[in-house]
């Protein structure tokens, strides 16, 4: 595909990727972590047992994702118009713990999401270098 | 001076130059690399450094709380578009400083 001006929404697909998949990851290893936690009382094996753990697994997969689906956004964007959007994570890892783990959500929380989606939002509509899409 | 503190601003730092490193084994015009580009020694070694990242970052954790560390934390993201801007030419729109700005306000708020 040939250089040009229009918004590159693969990019921005293979971003939603990445954060999606880090978020998963984190709430994988969180999972995984407790599971582990419950058993550190018992023998040695248990140790090793963490980490044939599905969750722990599935959240290394996660983070493979993750790896691969930046890189490729990586070629797709400049890098000061990619990274802030990783500052998603946080809202949806939020999100996560509220729905998944029944965690509180504050008013900070709630103002701190609504200021990053804010900049995330001011950064994708700014005017940047021309960007490539990759095929 | 604290020996976490100074672990905690290494990670910050060396995650702005993991970015850069990445960035720069994806640049357009990149010698073809095994496994789609996994394999461009600037990629490997940004993945190092970020790995890096997170044993600094799990060290620092143990000694700093988690809100200290995400309200410094937030201070990559101006960190890596300057250096972006530096290292790349990037252009860099006043829009952009602002959602940037906006980005770390929020992250600060976030670790109240």
């Not at chain 1, 058993?39 to 996660?62: D, K, M, Q, V």
């Not at chain 2, 084994?25 to 990149?30: S, V």
């Not at chain 2, 937030?74 to 400083?97: C, D, K, M, Q, W």
Request: charged share 10%; aromatic share 10%; glycine share 10%.
């Amino acid at each position: 595909m040939s250089a040009d001006r229009h918004t590159p929404w693969g990019a921005y697909g293979l971003i939603a990727l990445s954060v999606l998949s880090q978020s998963a990851g984190a709430a994988l290893f969180k999972v995984g972590s407790e599971q582990a936690r419950e058993r550190l009382s018992e023998e040695w094996w248990a140790i090793i047992w963490t980490w044939l753990n599905p969750y722990f697994i599935g959240g290394l997969a996660c983070l493979g994702v993750q790896t691969i689906a930046w890189m490729l956004v990586l070629r797709r964007l400049p890098l000061s118009r990619a990274y802030p959007f990783m500052a998603c994570v946080l809202p949806v890892n939020l999100l996560i713990a509220v729905l998944y783990f029944s965690e509180q959500m504050s008013w900070n929380h709630l103002v701190g999401m609504i200021l990053i989606g804010g900049g995330v939002v001011l950064v994708a509509s700014a005017e940047s270098e021309p960007v490539k899409e990759v095929s | 001076m604290n020996a976490a503190f100074i672990a905690m601003w290494v990670a910050i730092g060396l995650t702005c130059v993991g970015q850069l490193l990445m960035k720069a084994a994806n640049m357009p015009g990149r010698k073809s690399y095994p496994l789609g580009g996994l394999l461009h020694p600037l990629m490997v070694l940004g993945l190092g450094t970020m790995f890096g990242v997170t044993l600094l970052a799990s060290y620092a954790l143990g000694h700093v709380s988690l809100g200290t560390f995400t309200a410094w934390n937030a201070a990559n993201y101006p960190l890596t578009v300057l250096g972006a801007a530096v290292v790349f030419r990037e252009h860099v729109s006043v829009r952009a400083i602002l959602g940037v700005m906006c980005v770390c306000v929020g992250i600060l708020l976030f670790s109240l």
